[in-house]
Every structure is written in C-alpha cells, then in structure tokens.
C-alpha cells in the first residue's frame, strides 16, 4: 500500500508544493511508503531554488494506481478541484485552509478531515510534525519551503486569515533556519522580477475558474502577490494588463487581484459590470473605471466570498 500526496489539478503554488514534501517526508520519517504526485504546473510563487528542490522531491505527475493505495490531499478540499487520478472512495486524509467542504469531509474522514481557517495549509503540516514528534528530524530545505508558503499564503502575516497557529509555526521554522538573511524580502524581491518577465504565464498559472450562484457567473480569477504593486503597475499599465486579460480569456468575464503586500491592499482589476457592481459596495475604497483599490489586504478566497454573499446594508462598516 503506498500513500499518493496529491492536490488540485490546476497548477501547484508554493503552499501547495511545501505541504505536499513535508507531509511526504513525514510519512517517510514513520516508515510509511508514501509518493507526491503534482499534476499541475508549479506557479509564480516558488522561487527557483524551491522549484529545483521541488524537482526532486516530487516523483511523478500521474501515478499507477494499485487498488490499495490511499490518497492525502492537501491544500484543496473541493473534490471539483482534484487531479484527476483521485478515486475519492480511496482518500484518507484532507488537510486545507479553504472554505465549503469541511461538512463533506469531516462526515466522510472525522478527525482525519483537517480542514481549518488559518493562514496557510504548510501550518497544519508543521503541525502535524508538532504532533508526530518529528519536528527535529526535518530538512532545513523543508523548513525553508514551510515558512515561505506561510508568508506567501498570510501575505507576510498581513491576511486577516492569518491566525496565531499560523505565527507558532513560522516563529519555530524560522530558528531552524541560519539566521543572516532575511528570507521575506529575498523571497518577494526574486519572484517579483520572474513575474515581470512573463506576467501571461504568470496569470496563467494561477487563474481560477470560478462559477458562483448569487449572482449566476461564471468568471476567470487570477491572483498576482507582489511586494510592491505600485512600482509593477507603473512598469505594467492597467491598461495593458487590461488587455492582456482579454486577449487571454477572450469572451470571458475576467478578475484580476494585484496584492501588494508592502502597502497592505489590493488592486482589482475586472471586465464584468456584475462583478465591480458588488464588489465596490463592499471593498473597494478608490474607484475609477479601470482599478479598484482595497483597504486592506483580501485574498482570493475572502473576495470569493464576499461576491457569493448577500449585501446588507451596513455590510460596508462590518467588513472593512
Ligand atoms: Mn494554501
């Protein structure tokens, strides 16, 4: 029996790729046979030397399936979302940090259904090695990627996601790490410029198809993290990245969330009058016609659902 770690089919960010070596080397640590299949492309946000480690790390992009085989899932519940070799019948165990499916999980998996709102998914597998007792036995490559996919995933603990269990966790791996750097603005200056240098790639890499229900729309959401959004938007126009969105999602209704973690809000960026109409009710504090910018930091998935939600009247005050 081996243990598949696997995640969502579209493309593996670096919460996705951390999360998936640590609980493998976890498993391995155990005796336990496991293998981490990836079957997305690796994104903007894994820095070059986390891509190489990931080369190694990672075994395969489709696995043979024997009928005893399990599955771990991590960072991602929605089974929509799932590689597409996942027999659901055969998975384990779910660790994730999104919103919607901790019902259907929770009934199928009970305790093995870790599916928490914190800050990053690499959180709940540092604290998986906290309750295994293997913390002392993890590569320093492994504790590296772990803290940078919770700096990425909390936008530097800025993401009102971010919660204490999220800081317990980097605080540790980050005094097993050599002590002469500072690994946040190494990590945001490097793939700042790599985002530069192919931005379609880079949004093509981290486009989300999204299709909600209130209002009926299904739409293309694509989330750039950047260090400093003014300086990429001085270099790259609004007007261009406009149409570049276009040209890439032609026919399509589009939204474009530019995180800039340095100044702590987000520029957004739509086609669809639908899309703008609810969320400048909501979030946006700037308007004008082609950039809308928050107040605060908003991940994708709290901007998810915010357009899902019904609008009250005095939501505007109760959110911001
Ligand atoms: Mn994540």
Known sequence: MTTIITAGSRYVDIDVLASGIAYKQLLNLQRQES??????????????????YGETEVYCKEPAIEDEDVFVIVDVSNPHYFSSFVNLNQVI???????????????????????????????????AYVQAEQLDKMPQMTAKLLYLAIISNTLNFRAHVTHQRDRNAAV??????????????????????????????????????????????TFQFSQIELWDSEK???KHSAEKIRSLMSSMFPDKSWLLSLVSVKAG??????????????ISK?????????????????????????????????EKQNRV
């Not at 299949?37 to 891509?51: D, H, K, Q, V, Y």
């Not at 165990?93 to 093995?112: C, Q, S």
């Not at 082609?290 to 009250?312: A, D, F, G, N, Y």
Request: glycine share 2%.
């Open 282 to 314: 909501v979030i946006a504090s700037k308007n004008n016609a082609l950039v809308m910018q928050t107040e605060r930091l908003w991940l994708r998935k709290e901007i998810l659902r915010l357009i899902e939600s019904p609008l009250h009247g005095n």
């Open 172 to 217: 540790d791996l980050l005094a097993r790490l050599p002590a002469e750097h500072d690994y946040v603005s190494e990590y945001y200056r490097e793939i700042e410029s790599s985002i530069s240098n192919d931005l379609a790639m880079t949004i093509k890499s981290d486009t989300k198809e999204v299709l909600i229900q209130n209002p009926n729309l």
């Open 265 to 278: 809000y987000n520029y957004l960026l739509s086609n669809s009058s639908t899309i703008i109409e609810k």
């Open 232 to 234: 990429f938007l001085k």
């Open 93 to 127: 165990a779910v660790f994730d940090h999104h919103f919607g499916f901790e019902k259907y999980w929770h009934a199928r998996l009970h305790e093995m259904a870790k599916i928490e709102a914190v800050g990053a998914c690499a959180t709940l597998i540092w604290e």
């Open 35 to 52: 293998t981490l299949c990836l079957s997305g492309p690796f994104n903007a946000t894994i820095p070059r030397e986390m891509r190489l």
